[in-house]
DNA sequence: ATGTCACAGTCCCTGTGA
């Protein structure tokens, strides 16, 4: 069982490019994170076409949240279920596994509102994690917009007072990883930095000037099933790219 | 000189968010 996490930056922008992914890697479940869409934008039908059901939580401008599964889907949740109007969680069971699509808040800057919000955000997500079904295989994926360690940021000296590195923001991932997740690319692979996400400025991919912030969690008993983690890099190549590529996790399911 | 991208409204440029 193949499953994936990948920010798109605009499901609208990037459809053929998507689309030419699932073709090329026949993934069995996505979590997509930044469709930018409404829900009747939502290319549902062109998913069904190649084989995958799908859900989709849709906002708009902003946010958009879906997961795309040929492994069934079933059981969805939009949402903690707490009036939050941004669409940045979205959850399903997939061939048994319980998956969730998160798009954290970004934060913009450590004396910002929405800095506030995120960390007010990851541990809704904690506590929500927290009172599931210990016996349930789950994968928790996204864009978490927080490095987990300084080995996921190319150069933390220019990240000094910045987002994406704080004390808070990874000790939200250690009480994340305490509920009983494994961050699966980091268990795999201790010394590879494997960035995910890179600027669209400064050339920074070809300088590889990357982060490491879209991540797989998943637990024990996944973990134990797990084949292999890797971050497809030549999605981040050639005509209209995502700035984030995707990350995959394999597992004998 | 943030050297890019995507979106929507102010609508073919500009402000916002990342």
């Not at 699932?22 to 469709?35: F, G, I, K, M």
């Not at 998956?99 to 913009?108: D, E, L, Q, T």
């Not at 509920?179 to 960035?195: F, I, Q, V």
């Amino acid at each position: 069982m193949k499953i994936a996490t990948w920010n798109v930056n605009s499901l609208t922008a990037r459809w053929a490019r998507v689309e030419g992914w699932l073709q090329e890697h026949s993934p069995d479940v996505v979590l997509v994170q930044e469709t930018k869409q409404t829900d009747a934008k939502f290319p549902s039908t062109e998913l069904a076409a190649l084989g995958y059901e799908s859900a989709h939580y849709g906002e708009g401008r902003w946010n958009g949240v879906a997961i795309f599964s040929r492994r069934g889907l079933d059981e969805v949740t939009r949402g903690f279920g707490d009036g939050d109007p941004e669409a940045r969680i979205i959850g399903a069971t997939c061939g048994g596994v319980r998956v969730y699509s998160c798009y954290v808040p970004n934060g913009r800057a450590l004396d910002d509102p929405h800095y506030t919000y995120k960390l007010a955000w990851l541990a809704k997500l904690r506590d929500q994690l927290a009172t599931r079904d210990l016996g349930d295989h789950v994968v928790v994926g996204g864009d978490f917009n927080v490095t987990p360690s300084d080995l996921d940021v190319y150069d933390p000296s220019q990240f000094v007072g910045a987002t994406h590195v704080s004390q808070p923001e990874r000790a939200a991932l250690r009480a994340i990883e305490a509920t009983g997740l494994t961050d699966l690319t980091r268990a795999l692979h201790p010394e590879l930095p494997s960035y995910s996400w890179w600027d669209y400025r400064n050339g920074a991919f070809h300088r590889g000037w990357g982060l490491r912030i879209d991540l797989l969690y998943v637990d024990a008993g996944l973990l134990s099933l797990a084949t292999a983690s890797y971050v497809d890099r030549d999605a981040r190549k050639g005509e209209k790219p995502s700035d984030h590529a995707p990350v995959v996790g394999e597992f004998s399911l």
